[in-house]
């Protein structure tokens, strides 16, 4: 079953530009995590935040966590070519079955040059 | 390490035959992961295991599917028999999970299964 859901499904802009993906969930959690996926490939993980935490840098990664409103945001600044891929967020609640880790169903980016 | 290894990459099967799909997770990884991805449903989690022992199967479709991690270094994800509605790409990733620290999953690249 999925637990998160990104929006938007698809997302189109030009090099350079920022690029903002939102991510919402269900249920209580202990993280959140963003990966990415390159076509015909596998995912790649590119952050994690915890519950605990409300914004976290990685280079041109931006996440932000809600837990309030059970949300999550990824914004990449200066957007290049090479960031074109999906995006899809995954979340872990140990709360029940300890260690799962479930996925949205991804946020195709494509950055044009 | 060469990070999590799956074979074979890509299977073309005839429906009513037996699948097997295999995974080598990292090394000193304790938890392994069994994904599939289609474009109407996403990526679904299917089963995971912990040091071996599978903790959550409810993401298995049907009986048909079956998994096994007979030790650390090894896991199948069998169907039989196959369906042309099995049709995916199929993850395998794993993880070392430090306590509620949350990790990292390693995914490898994926089977192509087609059910012909």
């Known amino acids: 079953s999925q637990q998160g859901e990104e929006d938007p499904q698809a997302l189109s802009i030009q090099e350079g530009e920022n690029a903002t993906m939102n991510c919402s969930y269900k249920t209580s959690i202990n993280n959140l995590q963003w990966y990415r996926q390159n076509s015909g490939r596998g995912l790649v993980h590119l952050i994690l935040?915890?519950?605990?935490?409300r914004e976290k840098h990685s280079g041109r990664l931006r996440v932000t966590l809600d837990t309030s409103k059970k949300s999550s945001s990824l914004l990449i600044t200066a957007s290049r070519a090479a960031d074109t891929a999906s995006y899809f967020c995954a979340t872990t609640n140990y709360g029940g079955s300890q260690g799962n880790l479930i996925f949205g169903k991804g946020t195709k980016l494509s950055v044009k040059p | 390490d060469a990070g999590v290894i799956q074979s074979p990459r890509h299977e073309v099967t005839e429906m009513g035959q037996e699948v097997t799909l295999r995974c080598k997770p990292i090394?000193?990884?304790?938890?392994l992961f069994w994904y599939r991805q289609t474009m109407m449903r996403g990526l679904e989690l299917l089963i995971y295991f912990n040091n071996n022992v599978p903790i959550d199967d409810s993401g298995m479709p049907e009986d048909r599917f079956s998994a096994k991690m007979p030790n650390a270094s090894f896991s199948t994800l069998k169907i039989q028999p196959s369906e042309p509605r099995d049709s995916a790409v199929y993850f395998c990733a794993s993880s070392f999970l430090l306590g509620t620290a949350g990790a990292e999953a390693f995914f490898g690249q994926g089977t192509r299964l087609t059910v012909v």
């Open positions: 090394s000193g990884h304790d938890y």
């Open positions: 935040i915890r519950s605990n935490e």
